[in-house]
């Protein structure tokens, strides 16, 4: 008996790559070039770069009173 496409998959099963779908967001697959993720990535360096600079002042002060 073949493979049934109702049943849950099992470890170490294999599936083929035509089924694999790729993460949508609003009409764009989510690749590490669409303009959508290039955005995110500008962003989320931008609030560590921030949180880098906010941890540096604090740390600044109290560094010298030692």
Known sequence: MGPDSRT????G???SFGRVRKPK???YAVT???PVMQKSIAE???RVE???EDMMDQEGPAANNR
């Open 8 to 11: 849950t998959p099992q470890l």
């Open 50 to 52: 921030r949180r880098m």
């Open 44 to 46: 989320s360096e931008a």
């Open 25 to 27: 967001l609003d009409g």
């Open 13 to 15: 099963d294999r599936c």
């Open 32 to 34: 590490p070039h669409s």
